[in-house]
Every structure is written in C-alpha cells, then in structure tokens.
C-alpha cells in the first residue's frame, strides 16, 4: 500500500462518487475504480459499498477514512519538517557564548533570528572561550562566540565585533571624574581580571596593552565573570579593563571611562567546525542572520 492509494481512497470517500473523485484526482474513473479494488484486495477489507446509483462507505471504511487522513496528514508534516531543516529554518542549533558576546551584538542576533525562525530550537550557554573550543571538539556545540586568537586549524573563524577598550573605575575614585584616560594613568593601580585560564587571549591582550602603556600591571584579583569583577570594582577593590559594549550594564558605584584612542580593541569571532558547517543548514542560517547584522551597520565584518 502505498500513499497514493490512501489519497484516491480519501477523494472517492469525501465524494461519494468515481466521476467526481476522478476529476479531483486528474485522473480517468476506471483507473481510480481499479486503484481502490487494488486497496481493498491488499487490505482483504470491502471500504464501500457500490451500486449504480450510488456509492457509501462500510463501516470498515469509515474507520479507515480517519486512519488515512491521520497518515497523510503525518506524512505532510514529515514532509515540511525535513524541507525546513534543509532550508536551515528548522531543528536544534547548540550556541556557546562569552559573556562579552551578551552586552554587545548576541541580544540582536537571538532577536531577529527567533523572530524569523520559531521553530529553531536553540540551546544557549555562557562559556568561555576555552569550553567553547572542547564543546566543538566534542560537537556539544555548534557555534561559538569567542574572543580571538584561535589557533585551531579545523575551525572556522570570522570576526564579527571589534570594540575599543575602557576604564572600569569605582565611582570615587579620583579619576573617575575625567572623560578620558591615558592608560598609562593607571599605572599604580590594583587590577580586576579576568582569569588567564578562562580567557587567555583575553587577558594576554590586557597585559600587552599594559606592557605597551610602559608599566606590569598589580593584579590583586582575578575573577571568572563581568559581573563579579564589576562588584569588586564597585566595592573599591580595584579597577578593570572591559570591552566598550559594557557600558550597556549599568552597575550602581561603577564608572566607564575612555582610554585613549590609539588603544587596541578587542574581537569577538564566531566560530564552528568547517565540516558542520557544510552539513548543517540552520548552521548556515545563523551566521547569515549575524552578517546581516553586521552589514547593516557601517562596516560589514563578515563577507560571504
């Protein structure tokens, strides 16, 4: 039995008539009169009962009415399911993130991409950047937000954000009260990080620039996340470096201040597994939503 055979079934019972249901199907009655027999044959089951005047369903076949269009109709969905996964519209994307990806271009990118794309199941986690690389080793993940240099050969890279550096102060604090610093002002203060095993790049990219600034830096605390080295510096434990887009968290007793312009900036990349990327289309759909993104802006980061 084959699905055909179910939807001549379907049209013939819905019309109660060869003539009709022929027509419907664009077909000839005699061919769909012997497709129906050809059912009932398989199934060792009579579905109507026929006269010259008119034609009715058994009772059997009222009950196989139901189950087919049960099956057509699972059939159907099977059908739009698998065109929307190979469109990338459709089935489960894993996506690890750095927190600095959260304050800057990760909101849009979920926004836009769950408004066009419902039926996405999406798996989000904050990591860092060294889990990001083992979970896509480990296919735990299918793309990463990180913070750049990655060494790998295997992975795709694409840079998608660069941002400028600042000054995180505590709000009393004496330099707090100028729109922008030289970093080398900060010479004889404590320093919050980020822990070098969490963000290594990260962080050697903090120390070359304090290098650079003509000092090494006093390090009095090293944290895992924004959020608790932000408290720190609240609580006049220290002062920090953070990416620009931070300021987009407001932190009562925290102060942002530009550093010099002539600072380096810090990258955010998207990453992934050059082999999932080619197997995989809601893959392919993300980072289509991030370049979208990006080239509305006035620079586009990612070309295709």
């Known amino acids: 039995m084959e699905l055909r055979h179910l939807r001549y079934f379907i049209a013939v019972a819905e019309e109660l008539h060869f003539g009709r249901a022929a027509e419907r199907l664009h077909m000839a009655q005699q061919p769909l009169s012997q497709q129906i027999r050809q059912l009932e044959a398989e199934i060792d089951v009579q579905l109507f009962h026929r006269t010259k005047r008119r034609v009715e369903l058994t009772e059997a076949g009222k009950a196989f009415l139901q189950e087919a269009r049960q099956v057509l109709q699972k059939a159907n969905q099977a059908v739009e399911v698998a065109q929307r996964v190979a469109q990338g519209e459709m089935g489960h994307l894993a996506v690890g993130f750095s927190g600095f990806a959260t304050y800057s271009i990760l909101p849009k990118i979920l926004r836009i991409f769950r408004e066009r794309f419902p039926r996405v199941e999406l798996e989000l986690e904050e990591m860092t950047t060294n889990a990001q690389l083992l979970a896509l080793q480990n296919r735990q993940i299918h793309l990463g937000l990180m913070i750049p240099p990655i060494h790998d050969t295997s992975l795709s890279v694409e840079v998608i954000l660069q941002e400028p550096f600042v000054a995180v102060l505590p709000e009393f604090h004496p330099l707090a009260q100028y729109p922008e610093l030289n970093l080398s002002a900060l010479a004889d203060e404590s320093f919050i990080l980020v822990s070098r095993n969490l963000e290594a790049g990260y962080y050697d990219l903090c120390i070359s620039l304090?290098?650079?600034?003509?000092?090494?830096?006093?390090?009095?605390?090293?944290?895992?996340?924004?959020?608790?080295?932000?408290?720190?510096?609240?609580?006049?434990?220290?002062?920090?470096?953070a990416p620009a887009s931070i300021r987009n968290i407001h932190r009562a007793g925290v102060v942002y201040t530009n550093l010099n312009p002539s600072v380096a900036k810090v990258e955010l990349a998207a990453v992934w597994l050059q082999d999932e990327?080619?197997?995989?289309?809601?893959?392919?759909?993300?980072?289509?939503?991030?370049?979208?993104?990006?080239?509305?802006?006035?620079?586009?980061?990612?070309d295709y």
């Not at 924004?226 to 408290?231: E, F, R, S, V």
């Not at 080619?278 to 980061?301: G, K, N, Y």
Request: hydrophobic share 45%.
């Open 277 to 302: 990327f080619v197997s995989r289309p809601i893959l392919q759909t993300f980072a289509e939503v991030i370049r979208e993104i990006l080239c509305q802006d006035t620079v586009c980061m990612l």
């Open 210 to 241: 304090f290098q650079q600034a003509g000092f090494s830096p006093k390090v009095v605390q090293k944290a895992n996340q924004k959020q608790t080295i932000l408290g720190l510096v609240s609580a006049g434990m220290g002062v920090s470096l």
